[in-house]
Nanobody, 126 residues
Framework: QVLLVESGGGSVQAGGSLRVSCAVSGHTFSRGCMAWFRQAPGKERAGVASIDSDGEGTFFTDSVKGRFTISQDNAKNTLYLQMNSLKPEDTAMYYC???????????????????WGQGTQVTVSS
């Protein structure tokens, strides 16, 4: 059974930084894509960043390019999302997701991901 547990969310002022983490058990990164999604109040959940099973190919939604970085620590089996230059519009619940079906070209199609965490809240104030 795959278990994903997010942590590291919190409140920060605009321009600040946060790193959220996703502790992974029951799944190895080489098995498939990993991704971060977010859902703001009143909006649909949407992809933010993804990383392929080799840990080399990364993908970002346009609004976070140049500000966010996705990485994984194989020894700790932990996925990270480093968020810099945060903006109020980055405020959302952030979810970690794992795919056992897709290994490369990791898109933000939520149906590609079959395991999800419970989320961690990120709030950016102006």
């Amino acid at each position: 059974q795959v278990l994903l547990v997010e942590s590291g969310g919190g409140s920060v002022q605009a321009g600040g930084s946060l790193r959220v983490s996703c502790a992974v058990s029951g799944h190895t990164f080489s098995r498939g894509c990993m991704a971060w999604f977010r859902q703001a109040p009143g909006k649909e959940r949407a992809g933010v960043a993804s990383i392929d099973s080799d840990g080399e190919g990364t993908f970002f939604t346009d609004s976070v390019k140049g500000r966010f970085t996705i990485s994984q620590d194989n020894a700790k089996n932990t996925l990270y999302l480093q968020m810099n230059s945060l903006k109020p519009e980055d405020t959302a619940m952030y979810y970690c997701a794992a795919s056992s079906m897709v290994r490369g070209w990791c898109t933000f199609d939520q149906y590609d991901y079959d395991s999800w965490g419970q989320g961690t809240q990120v709030t950016v104030s102006s």
